[in-house]
């Protein structure tokens, strides 16, 4: 077959249901800076998400160096090897020293475990994924930042919808960072969002994307442009329409991967969010697997045999964060001090999982993984 399967696809409403919303901005002739679509996506998002205060902003990359911003962090600050490498880079961006501890095996998440070893006295705070939509060990965190006092800041590009137990996994640490991106689950073409813990920090962020403007002549902070326009915010509200379906279309999408490929030598999924405690949920953003020498070939010669079979599949995440120029010179970087991270990042393959996918085009993923 000649028809391309990519790891991922933009899901998109239907177009002419879009058009009403770009009929009114070009009424009311408001492009940005807060305006009324803004200002509804902020208030439907607080509501599907469970939360009291977002921030909507032009992109995660933004949301993270201004939530780094709004919490006046420094010095050095703890984090994972294994995302994309917006999480380490925000710190850069700041002026901040990342330093790296090794992940838990069975999620791939940060290993509080490691944690505190890494602390110093230059250690201000701690930033943590939500890797692939599975929530982070968010109490462990949160009692080590505690117990230090240290801030806790969360990238959750992936875990836009996620809960744990306790409910929303957005409303744990003192800010968590959204990703609409295109390839995200629920998406804006870009955008972002800030998750605030009170409408104090909510503005003071609300500020801190707007160059610091507090009136038309005020400044009082060095701000950024970092808002979200009113396209963006209308498709949002758009999109929320559809995001029950599509979350669902995922949940089938990672069921059917798990079912089929269960008892495959040498090829591991990560535990469902099924198997955990009641209330845990994941939005299924990515269906990774882990490739062992059981398999019969290394996750590289599986990746090169789906691409000869133009399946476009995605060793995410690799290479680890730490392993480019401008990170390998760290103490933290060394590979021999994470050795879960290098593990997985050598053998980690993600296939594709969007709400497009057609059962067939899957069972062509699974046969050819399969050997079938």
């Known amino acids: 077959m000649s028809n391309n399967i990519y790891v991922t696809q933009p899901a998109l409403p239907p177009l ?50 201004t939530a780094l911003q709004a919490l006046r962090i420094s010095g050095e600050v703890i984090t994972t090897p294994y995302s994309f490498v917006a999480t380490a880079h925000s710190l850069l961006w700041n002026g901040i020293t990342p330093v790296f501890v090794d992940i838990d095996p069975k999620t791939l998440n940060l290993d509080p475990a490691k944690i505190e070893a890494a602390i110093t006295p230059r250690t201000t705070a701690i930033l943590a994924v939500h890797c692939y939509g599975h929530p982070c060990d968010v109490k462990a965190i949160h009692d080590i930042a505690d ?10 590009a992936h875990a836009f919808g996620v809960s744990n137990a306790q409910g929303s996994v957005l409303r744990h640490g003192d800010l968590s960072v959204l990703s609409f991106h295109a390839t995200k689950v629920f998406n804006t073409f870009e955008g972002g969002a800030i998750i605030c813990p009170d409408a104090k920090t909510k503005t003071h962020i609300d500020r801190l994307k707007n160059f610091g403007f507090t009136d ?40 059917v991967y798990r079912d089929q490929l269960a008892g495959v030598p040498g090829i591991h999924c990560l535990e469902p969010a099924s198997s955990k405690p009641e209330g845990y949920n994941s939005n299924c953003s990515y269906f990774p697997v882990l490739v062992s020498a059981e398999y019969g070939a290394s996750r590289d010669a ?63 993923v699974i046969d050819l993984v399969r050997g079938d």
């Open 16 to 65: 002419d249901e879009f058009t009403p919303y770009l009929k009114q901005i070009w009424e009311n002739k408001i492009l940005t800076n807060g305006g009324p679509f803004h200002q509804q996506l902020e208030q439907a998002l607080c509501e599907y998400l469970a939360v009291d205060h977002l921030a909507l902003v032009t992109n995660a990359t933004i949301g993270l160096v």
């Open 147 to 156: 117990r230090f006092n240290l801030r806790v800041i969360y990238d959750a």
């Open 216 to 255: 038309e002549v005020t400044v009082v902070a060095p701000g950024i442009n970092g808002k979200m326009s009113e396209i963006n915010s209308a498709f949002g509200l758009l999109q929320l329409k559809y995001v029950d379906r599509a979350l669902a279309r995922r949940s089938e999408i990672d069921r």
């Open 302 to 364: 599986l990746y090169q045999k789906l691409r000869d079979n133009n399946v476009f599949s995605r060793r995410y995440f690799y290479p680890l964060i730490s392993d480019f120029p401008m990170y390998r010179g760290l103490p933290s970087a060394s590979r021999a001090n994470l050795p879960v991270a290098a593990h997985a990042a050598d053998r980690v393959l993600c296939l594709p999982i969007y709400p497009a996918l057609a059962a067939a085009d899957q069972q062509r």
